[in-house]
């Protein structure tokens, strides 16, 4: 199994920027993508964006296109969300994810099976 830790999430003005970061280890072989979703209390889990570790295929979502960006460090297996622009909006829980989605699931909460623990980001003046 693979096990994902994240870390970044903290409170960020309007306006600001912040980056995620989600750390994989395990059974990396056992996983061919790496995403990020968020959560809103009351709200279903939303798709973020993801990148496939082998092609460098990306999925983003189009709420967040042009604002947000996935990176990747191949040697710490570590995936980034770089986030700019932010509104309150934004404010959730954000998730890291892996899996062996197909191209239809990418963009979808059963195309993984790992999760992180979430990280709280509050975007407040």
């Known amino acids: 199994q693979v096990h994902l830790v994240e870390s970044g999430g903290e409170l960020v003005q309007p306006g600001g920027s912040l980056r995620l970061s989600c750390a994989a280890s395990?059974?990396?072989?056992?996983?061919?993508?790496m995403g990020w979703f968020r959560q809103a209390p009351g709200k279903e889990r939303e798709f973020m964006g993801a990148?496939?570790?082998?092609?460098?295929?990306?999925y983003l979502a189009d709420s967040v296109r042009g604002r947000f960006s996935i990176s990747r460090d191949a040697s710490s297996n570590t995936i980034y969300l770089q986030m700019t622009s932010l509104k309150s909006d934004d404010t959730a829980v954000y998730f890291c994810?892996?899996?062996?989605?197909?191209?239809?699931?990418?963009?979808?909460?059963?195309?993984?099976?790992?999760w992180g623990q979430g990280t709280q980001v509050t975007v407040s003046s």
């Open positions: 990148r496939r570790l082998a092609t460098g295929t990306t």
């Open positions: 994810a892996a899996g062996r989605p197909v191209t239809s699931t990418a963009r979808t909460v059963r195309g993984y099976t790992s």
């Open positions: 395990g059974s990396i072989s056992s996983i061919n993508a």
